[in-house]
T-cell receptor, first 108, second 115 residues
C-alpha cells in the first residue's frame, strides 16, 4: 500500500487556523488523497479528498503540492470540536489504508 | 438516512466464547467494509463486500473470523473461540460503488473486551 507520513501530534488555539501536513512521496498518478478524522469514541468521519487541484468544502481545505508528493489539510478556524485524530490516506481502488494519524489538540 | 448502525456497541466476553457483531449499512450502499482498531492505532482493514460477495479478506482475518453479508444488506462478523488479542474496536463502513470518490461512511463501532 502507498504510504503517508504525518506528525504524531499538533496543538492549536481555538479560533486559529490549523495546517496539517502529509507526505506521500510514493503517490502514483491515480491515487486520490483522502482525509478522515476520528473524534473520541466515534468511527472515522470523512473530511475531504482531492486528486491534483486544491479543494474546499464546509469542513476544510486541501492544498496539494504541484508534484503531489505532499498535501496540507487546513482547518480555517479551529474549535474545540475539531480535537480529533486526523488521517491522511492514499485511496487505491476501493480500500482505505489508515496510518496512525495526527492527534490535534485545541486549546480554549 | 440513519447512517451506519452497529450492534452491540460494547461486548465483554470470556476467552474461548464466540461473539457476533452486526452492521447495518446505509441502505443504498452496495459496498461494505470491516475494520479493526486497537488503542492508539489507526483502523486496519479486515474484509470487503460488494453486494453479497466477499471480495477481499486481509491476512489479519484468521480462521476464527468469518464475515457474511446475506442478500447484500446487513453484515455480520463472527469471532469464534475469542482470545485476549481480539480485544479491539470493530468498525463497519459502507460506500456506494457509483461514487467515484468512494467516500466511506463509518459506524460508531463495536468494542470487544475479552477477559
Amino acid at each position: 500500500d502507498a504510504k503517508t507520513t504525518q506528525p504524531n501530534s499538533m496543538e492549536s488555539n481555538e479560533e486559529e487556523p490549523v495546517h496539517l501536513p502529509c507526505n506521500h512521496s510514493t503517490i502514483s498518478g491515480t491515487d486520490y488523497i483522502h482525509w478522515y478524522r476520528q473524534l473520541p469514541s466515534q468511527g472515522p468521519e470523512y473530511v475531504i479528498h482531492g486528486l491534483t487541484s486544491n479543494v474546499n468544502n464546509r469542513m476544510a481545505s486541501l492544498a496539494i503540492a504541484e508534484d503531489r508528493k505532499s498535501s496540507t489539510l487546513i482547518l480555517h478556524r479551529a474549535t474545540l470540536r475539531d480535537a480529533a485524530v486526523y488521517y491522511c490516506i492514499l485511496r487505491v481502488d476501493y480500500k482505505l489504508s489508515f496510518g496512525a494519524g495526527t492527534t490535534v489538540t485545541v486549546r480554549a | 438516512d440513519t447512517g451506519v448502525s452497529q450492534d452491540p456497541r460494547h461486548k465483554i466476553t470470556k476467552r474461548g466464547q464466540n461473539v457476533t457483531f452486526r452492521c447495518d449499512p446505509i441502505s443504498e450502499h452496495n459496498r461494505l467494509y470491516w475494520y479493526r482498531q486497537t488503542l492508539g492505532q489507526g483502523p486496519e482493514f479486515l474484509t470487503y463486500f460488494q453486494n453479497e460477495a466477499q471480495l477481499e479478506k486481509s491476512r489479519l482475518l484468521s480462521d476464527r473470523f468469518s464475515a457474511e453479508r446475506p442478500k447484500g444488506s446487513f453484515s455480520t462478523l463472527e469471532i469464534q473461540r475469542t482470545e485476549q488479542g481480539d480485544s479491539a474496536m470493530y468498525l463497519c463502513a459502507s460506500s456506494l460503488e457509483e461514487d467515484g470518490a468512494n467516500v466511506l461512511t463509518f459506524g460508531a463501532g463495536s468494542r470487544l473486551t475479552v477477559l
